[in-house]
Structure formats: C-alpha cells, structure tokens
C-alpha cells in the first residue's frame, strides 16, 4: 500500500501562484510514475503532468511553461508549482502513484490517489 497526502491548495487570483505538495508513504518499485491530474465540477478527470523516477517529466499542453513537476526522493514528496494561474485551472488536484512504464497521464496507470487539494482561481 502506499498513502498519498497533498497539500497546498487555496484560493488565489489570475496571474498568481500555488505550490502542491504530495508526500508519499513509501516507494514500492524503483521504476515508478507519479502524477497530478484534476477535476473540475461536471468533467472527467485529466493528466496535468508526470515525472517518472528518472525524473522525466510530461505535461499537458495546457499548463506547459506555467506548471513544474518535481520531486525530492529522499522526502518522497511530489511537487506542482503553478505560475500564471487561470480561472480555467480551478479543481481538485489529485496526486497519483504508479509503477512501470505505463503512460504518464492517464488516470489507469496508476493504482493510489491522494485523497485532493481544492485549488480556486478567480479572475
């Protein structure tokens, strides 16, 4: 079993920034994927990016250049910096953990969620 924990959301407006956080209870392979994806009311839930345990990174073309994954392994902590933050990025924020090599940012990689972070960005 492995517990994902996030924090770090709030209410912020347009133009501002966030920083999630996921600390994980443990590894179970030295191959895994980690990942955040989101939802918001009425929509299914998507991939926002990736970072796998060679530290490859994936985004989605919607956040890229204003979203960064990391991760700090001995901490076991996954981690999104949001930059220029849009009213259309509002949802729960959800960390996931996966092992393999399965694609990053689909929900069916993975096999434990967070429980979510409710981030709110008004304009």
């Known amino acids: 079993q492995v517990q994902l924990v996030e924090s770090g959301g709030g209410s912020v407006q347009a133009g501002g920034s966030l920083r999630l956080s996921c600390a994980a209870s443990?590894?179970?392979?030295?191959?895994?994927?980690m990942a955040w994806f989101r939802q918001a009311p009425g929509k299914e839930r998507e991939g926002v990016a990736g970072?796998?345990?060679?530290?490859?990174?994936t985004y989605a073309e919607s956040v890229k250049g204003r979203f960064t994954i990391s991760q700090d392994t001995v901490k076991r902590t996954l981690y999104l910096q949001m930059n220029s933050l849009k009213p259309e990025d509002t949802a729960m924020y959800f960390c996931?953990?996966?092992?393999?090599?399965?694609?990053?940012?689909?929900?069916?990689?993975?096999?434990?969620w967070g429980q979510g972070t409710q981030v709110t960005v008004s304009s």
């Open positions: 996931a953990y996966g092992v393999g090599y399965a694609e990053v940012l689909i929900p069916e990689s993975y096999n434990y």
């Open positions: 443990r590894y179970t392979s030295a191959f895994y994927l």
């Open positions: 970072i796998r345990s060679d530290s490859r990174t």
